[in-house]
């Protein structure tokens, strides 16, 4: 009964302390993000985090980076079908080209197959590639951006993503 108990307190310490290195890793290296709050945030919500190291957290963030750009590309939509000047609706077309074509299509799954092989120069370029992208989409716009939300939080990701992958170089 005793060696019963003890197996259950030293198992309960051991896993204290796996999620005590995990949270540990995360708050390590988002202190070098452009963005600790931001990186802390993404990666702790996300459960892969627990089991990853660096470069499985560079690779969650270029995860999470395609499904806010995804969200941005939904947003978008939803905009021209309701946007009656044809100034923000050219604007919102350029943003739906940056967005699908450079973003999804060449940028992260760049970086993501870059991660997998073990050459972060190139995935630091594709998350920073992703970065301008998102930048000159809210650029387009003459005026006020109605996504200007969306573009500096995929803006805002792929920064934290690309000094998460500058750690491994």
Known sequence: MRSSVFLLCVMGLSLTQIEFSTSDLVKQTCKHTP???LCVKTLLSDPR?????????????????KAKTIATLHRISELLGTTRYPKTKAALRRCVELYDNAVLKADLPSAMQALKT????????????????????????????????????????????????????
Do not use: W
């Open 118 to 169: 073990g050459v972060p120069k190139f995935a630091e370029e594709g998350t920073n590639d992703a970065a301008n992208e998102a930048d000159s989409c809210e650029r387009t716009f003459s005026g006020a951006s109605p996504i200007t939300s969306f573009n500096r939080y995929v803006s805002d990701l792929c920064r934290v993503a690309s000094a998460i992958i500058r750690l491994l170089l």
């Open 35 to 37: 963005n600790y709050d």
């Open 49 to 65: 985090s627990s089991h990853a190291d660096v470069a499985g957290l560079a690779m969650v963030m270029v995860d999470v980076i």
